[in-house]
């Protein structure tokens, strides 16, 4: 039998799109049934992709990390000043992590075959990049260390995705309010120049 890898990537991503969206609606509980049955697959197709659970949650972590690298690799931060990088890097985790909620709200326990290396180059490192860059140019403050921002920015996005996961916010607002709460504060009167 001639593999159709074209075909095969179509399938697979319907399944991992269609259970994305399942698992976040309904939450963990759904079962593979259910899953087979919102993306329009028998069982045996599914199995065939996916063999359990585990591996369509790998998958999913998989789909989530290559999406968010995607998008750090097309929000060209190398190319932009600090402040619309971050920007371009909120809307951007944000986006695919309200996508992927499933998974964001499982922490990393199925992360599975991604490996720390990997994880760092494609979005630690570019991360610390733009804000090393933002310190260096003083568009970031010199007194904290990256290290400290970093946790910051990130404790800024978990919290951002929480509240859109929780329908409290949308992407865009959650996004905004995360830029400008980094990049200035919480002080009165303080604004954005993104």
Request: aromatic content about 4%; glycine content about 10%.
């Amino acid at each position: 039998m001639v593999r159709r890898p074209a075909l095969h990537d179509r399938v697979v991503k319907g399944i991992l799109d269609t259970a994305a969206i399942v698992l976040t609606e309904r939450g963990e509980t759904v079962s593979m049934a259910e899953i087979a049955e919102a993306a329009g697959v028998g069982r045996a197709t599914l199995y065939r992709y996916f063999p359990n659970r585990e591996a369509l949650l790998q998958g999913l972590a998989r789909a989530a990390f290559d999406e968010l690298g995607a998008r750090i690799t097309e929000a060209e931060l190398d190319a932009v000043p600090v402040r619309e990088g971050v920007a371009r890097l909120t809307r951007g985790f944000v986006t695919a992590g309200s996508k992927y909620a499933a998974i964001v709200q499982t922490g990393k326990k199925h992360l599975g075959e991604i490996e720390v290396e990997e994880l760092d180059e494609k979005i630690t490192q570019p991360v610390r990049a733009l804000l090393a860059r933002g310190v260096a140019d003083g568009t970031l403050r010199d007194d904290v260390p990256i290290d400290i921002q970093f946790e910051m920015f990130r404790g800024l996005l978990e919290k951002a995705l929480q509240l859109v996961m929780r329908g409290q916010v949308g992407i865009e607002p959650a996004s905004a309010a995360v830029v400008a709460l980094f990049l200035d504060g919480t002080t009165k009167g303080a604004a954005s120049q993104v």
